[in-house]
């Protein structure tokens, strides 16, 4: 166990919805990435935030956006979804940018 | 921008055996760390060992060791006295430490199956 935690594990929605995905980081973590793995593109970075600003953007689409709250968990919004945003998206923390990073278990997440 | 190259999509070893699984990258940087992240089936993504590029030294974590080639870029991972809980996807990722970005760019990852 990482101590970084997602939720929910699963997610099943439909093409043209919007879902939230959540993540607490480890304790005294102030770096949130959030990285999507999909059989197509592999594992992609998205985005990165370091407490509560955003730092680095990766292969985010204009549909998704993410943010991180003051008691520094954050959220990946995704809307207006296609069946190709089915995927794993896994948030990862560190104590800071230098340091390493720890995953969650991730959001499986199936756009029917 | 920064590319992984993972080789060999699929491996396989018998248990007890030692298994090499190779990594190149390409990069500009200078100042970078590489990494092997295992993930089994479970999907939980589980850092294996860990390279900084300053270090002429190769990594070693009990049976997990790096032959890190600077030079060439190339970062394999020796797997020895494999065993059936290494089944898992391998990921080979590097991360820059020269700027603001700090992300993990990874390869497209090898599945190693350990046979009993």
């Known amino acids: 166990d990482s101590g970084v935690t997602q939720t929910p594990k699963h997610l099943i929605t439909a093409t043209g919805q919007r879902v939230t995905l959540r993540c607490s980081p480890r304790s005294g973590d102030l770096s949130v990435y959030w990285y999507q793995q999909s059989l197509d593109q592999g594992l992609q970075f998205l985005i990165q935030y370091y407490n509560g600003e955003e730092r680095a953007k990766g292969n985010i689409l204009e549909r998704f956006s993410a943010q991180q709250f003051p008691d520094l968990h954050s959220e990946l919004n995704l809307s207006s979804l296609e069946l190709g945003d089915s995927a794993l998206y896994f948030c990862?923390?560190?104590?800071?940018?230098?340091?390493?990073?720890?995953f969650g278990p991730g959001t499986r997440l199936t756009v029917l | 921008a920064q590319t992984v190259t993972q080789s060999q999509p699929e491996m396989s070893v018998q248990e007890a055996e030692t298994v090499t699984l190779s990594c190149t990258y390409d990069t500009s940087e200078n100042n970078y760390y590489l990494f092997w992240y295992k993930q089994p089936p479970s999907r939980q993504m589980i850092l294996v060992i860990r390279q900084e590029a300053y270090k002429q030294q190769n990594a070693t974590e009990n049976r997990f060791s790096v032959n890190f080639q600077k030079a060439a870029k190339s970062f394999s991972l020796k797997i020895s006295d494999s065993q059936l809980g290494d089944t898992a996807m391998y990921f080979c990722a590097f991360e820059g430490r020269g700027g603001s970005n700090y992300k993990l760019t990874f390869g497209k990852g090898t599945l190693l199956t350990v046979n009993p």
């Open positions: 990862a923390s560190s104590v800071d940018p230098y340091n390493e990073q720890f």
